[in-house]
């Protein structure tokens, strides 16, 4: 055969390589790749945790460092209202001292006793109760 008739083949020939080298390349993807569609029911995706509606003071950061936690829904309490937080079980956690509210923007307190962890959710102490830990912390501007 001359040359010239060969080189169509040849052409030929390497593409249906090609195709048959991508076809095969392209059923080996990864198994996070391959979707199975089975049934008629739509699956949701899964919860990430528990979202309720409160008005409760909610503890969302604690840094342990300085002894400070930021509190969402704590601006109705007025600087040096007394805090007791409680964890989900009801078990007391830490006990709180509130600064002076910023202009907008979430609340924060001392912590003076324990240590709160997120999600703690923080009530004002009874007021004899806050008499007394009036006394044992006081603000050092007071002295």
Not at 34 to 61: F, P
Not at 78 to 84: Q, V
Not at 103 to 110: E, F, R, S, Y
Request: charged share 25%; proline share 4%; hydrophobic share 35%.
């Amino acid at each position: 055969m001359p040359y010239e008739y060969n080189m169509p083949h040849l052409a030929l020939l390497s593409s249906a390589l090609v195709v048959i080298s991508l076809s095969l390349l392209g059923g080996c993807s990864s198994p996070s790749s391959v979707r199975v569609i089975e049934g008629d029911q739509k699956i949701r995706s899964a919860l990430t945790g528990s979202v309720y509606a409160t008005d409760q003071a909610i503890i969302v950061h604690v840094n342990e460092f300085d002894r400070l936690a930021t509190l969402r829904n704590a601006r109705s309490y007025s600087a040096s209202t007394f805090l007791e937080t409680r964890d989900s079980e009801g078990k007391k956690s830490a006990l709180l001292k509130t600064r002076e509210n910023r202009p907008a923007g979430l609340g924060t307190a001392d912590i003076v006793e324990g240590l709160p962890k997120i999600n703690d959710r923080a009530s004002p102490v009874n007021a004899a109760e806050s008499v007394r830990l009036g006394k044992i912390y006081r603000d050092l501007d007071e002295e």
